[in-house]
């Protein structure tokens, strides 16, 4: 069991930024993909970005390529994204999810679908005003 933590969330201008946490405890994160979903009211979960368990890997939505960036520590167990020029379409639940890297699956193929993730927080909101 693997337990996810988001922080960060908030009410901001566009334009502005945000930066975005998630803490991973219960059992070690070092084989897990990590990544970042949204949510918007009346719509789907869509993904935004993921990091693979070594950091070697990253993969963004085009939506967001060159305003977000996504790392992660090991050390400490968290991933980060960080949330620049926001627009008010970024407005949304913004969750935190991990997908086991240790079974096969091909990370390239699956880490932009939320059915591969084992693991979800219970999210944190992002609202950017106009």
């Known amino acids: 069991q693997l337990q996810l933590v988001e922080s960060g969330g908030g009410l901001v201008q566009a334009g502005d930024s945000l930066r975005l946490s998630c803490a991973a405890s219960g059992r070690t994160p070092s084989m897990y993909g990590l990544g970042w979903f949204r949510q ?11 990091i693979s368990w070594n950091g070697g890997t990253i993969y963004y939505a085009d939506f967001v390529k060159g305003r977000f960036t996504i790392s992660r520590d090991n050390a400490k167990n968290t991933v980060s994204l960080q949330m620049n020029t926001l627009k008010p379409e970024d407005t949304a639940v ?10 096969g699956r ?8 939320p059915n591969q993730y084992d693991y979800w927080g219970q999210g944190t909101q992002v609202t950017v005003s106009s």
């Open 94 to 103: 913004y969750y935190c999810a991990a997908l086991w890297q240790g079974d």
């Open 40 to 50: 918007a009211p009346g719509k789907e979960r869509e993904f935004v970005a993921t």
């Open 106 to 113: 091909d990370y390239s193929t699956v880490y932009y679908s």
